[in-house]
């Protein structure tokens, strides 16, 4: 099952400049943090903090959904699931 | 010219050039403008302030970009009020409203859209587009027009009429999402990395939140240089009120103004009020929330700068309030009763809060207050249509007038001893 997940900007340096990067048999978003990891080494450290926690300015989204109104990193992936990785940005009105 | 020198990140200090850019690279921490201080202060007294125009670009050389170059549809300096009627309602000796609305797309937003709209222009954009809950939006496809750019704006499919034709008349291309602010945002910073448009407050963000500034250094020189005691804004993202606070606290380190100690206290819709939940849990890790509030223009389940905001409110002994849509309902009936201010919802926030507030000591009632009025009522008609009297309809004679009126004040009796 190949999870689609969205690069923010100041992180394509990471990933080639590759704005989409796919990545297989991830249950969980903690899992897919890490088989981004192997694949793209400092992506993990970039998202997580120094305890594996999500870092406080960091967005996560899955299909839409923001991960903290879901199970954080322990949210379940399903096949074709998108990943969005959005940085916090105060907004405006 | 501007003494802004560097980028800085927030968090872990790691500076980067002046681009368009707004997340460290490393700890994604938002990144914020700092500037030549000793330049500066060598450069900007009271006296060039007071003989600058009379909009926010009197304050140019504490902004990020070039004046002579701006797109300026004359925001700021807008009027600050001795509100009598109102504080004496509410118990506050020396009550003062900064009035808001009365910026040319009438909210605070037009603050921060000519900085940022002058800062995409210097950095070669020819597209502004912006995420919003309608104020924004109108700002951003105002100045647009005015600098002759193209503006894309999103919005949530479920605005007030009054915030989508007020930014449809600019004729910018207006996409309504079907979701909330905060699916808008999301997608908006997904498309700022893929075209190459100035979204005011995504990659133009550091610039345009500068832009807030002004209202905090405005109140001061309005009060004669100096600091109120007490202030109370609106809280959405949580960028405006924090930056109030930096605005003064400029002043004070340009020697413009005396050491701030000014208390900042902050309201929200209890309907989306993450900052107040958080504030009043003692923590500053700030849960989302799904918003459901009458007060669509603070209707940010998902406050990026709540956190700082809850630092801002505890190192000045402030307070977070937040308010019913009823309470907001009739926070913007008694500050036009009293006022004759007609504010948005997010005004009626602010009244209910500063009403909460004073009734519960947190204002006490000699700190000379300052509550910050952000957007004009017309916007919002929805919120407050069905609650006000109907007019009298009357036949064109002295008569008909007379037993309409007499009927109408033996009502309003009825209903007083009801």
Same mark, same amino acid.
């Given at each position: ?93 | ?188 910073? @997904? $498309? %700022? ?6 979204? !005011?407050?995504?990659? &133009?963000?550091?610039?345009? +939140?500068? =832009? ?37 606290? @400029? $002043? %004070? ?6 050491? !701030?100690?000014?208390? &900042?206290?902050?309201?929200? +819709?209890? =309907? ?58 009739? =926070? ?87």
């Amino acid at each position: 099952m190949a999870v689609t997940v969205r690069i923010p900007p100041p992180l394509r340096k990471l990933t080639g400049e590759e704005d989409t990067v796919t990545a297989d048999g991830s249950k969980t978003l903690a899992q897919l943090i890490d088989a981004l990891e192997g694949m793209h080494p400092g992506l993990k450290e970039r998202i997580c903090d120094e305890t594996g926690e999500l870092r406080r300015f960091v967005n996560v989204y899955v299909d839409g959904e923001d991960v903290r109104f879901m199970s954080g990193l322990a949210t379940e992936l399903q096949a074709d699931t998108e990943v969005s990785i959005v940085p916090a940005v105060a907004g405006g009105r | 010219m501007s003494f802004a020198s560097a980028l800085r990140c927030r968090e872990c200090k790691r500076e980067y050039p002046l681009e368009p850019t707004y997340v460290c690279e490393f700890c994604f921490g938002p990144l914020e403008v700092v500037y030549d201080h000793d330049g500066m202060r060598e450069a900007v007294s009271r006296e060039s302030i007071e003989r600058g125009p009379t909009s926010m670009w009197r304050y140019a050389g504490l902004l990020p970009c070039d004046a002579d170059n701006a797109v300026d549809i004359q925001a700021g300096f807008t009027p600050l009020i001795k509100a009598d009627r109102l504080g004496k309602e509410l118990g506050i000796d020396e009550l003062y409203l900064k009035n808001d609305c009365a910026n040319p797309t009438w909210s605070f937003k037009d603050r921060v859209v000519t900085v940022a709209a002058t800062k995409a222009r210097e950095f070669g954009f020819e597209t502004l587009a912006c995420a919003s809950t309608g104020n924004l939006a109108n700002s951003v496809a105002a100045h647009a027009a005015s600098a002759g750019l193209d503006a894309i704006v999103f919005i949530p499919s479920d605005l007030e009429q009054g915030k989508i034709v007020g930014s449809a008349i600019y004729n910018p291309t207006l996409v309504a999402v079907n979701g909330n602010y905060d699916d808008v945002n999301r997608l908006c910073s @997904e $498309l %700022a990395g893929k075209y190459p448009w100035a979204f !005011v407050n995504v990659n &133009m963000r550091p610039y345009y +939140a500068e =832009g807030s500034k002004t209202l905090g250094y405005e109140v001061a020189e309005q009060l004669g240089w100096r600091a109120p005691d007490h202030c109370v804004a609106p809280m959405a993202s949580g960028s405006l009120y924090v930056k109030i606070h930096k605005g003064l606290q @400029e $002043l %004070a380190s340009l020697g413009l103004i005396d050491n !701030v100690h000014t208390r &900042m206290s902050g309201a929200q +819709a209890l =309907g989306c009020s993450p900052i107040v939940t958080a504030f009043e849990e003692g923590t500053k890790n700030v849960l989302p929330v799904r918003p459901s509030t009458i007060a669509k223009s603070l209707a940010i389940g998902n406050p990026a700068d709540g956190f700082y905001a809850l630092g801002v409110m505890e190192e000045t002994n402030g307070h977070a309030v937040s308010a019913t849509d009823d309470e907001i309902i009739e =926070g913007m009936k008694l500050l036009a009763r009293t006022e004759g201010i007609f504010a948005e919802t997010a005004g009626g926030v602010v009244v209910a809060g500063l009403k909460k507030l004073a009734a519960a000591g947190g204002i006490r009632r000699d700190e000379l207050t300052v509550a910050f009025i952000t957007g004009a009522g017309l916007k919002t008609q929805e919120a407050v249509k069905d609650t006000l009297e109907p007019p009298l309809q009357v036949e064109p004679n002295i008569t008909a007038f007379e037993e309409a009126l007499g009927e109408r004040r033996l009502a309003g009796v009825q209903t007083a001893n009801a």
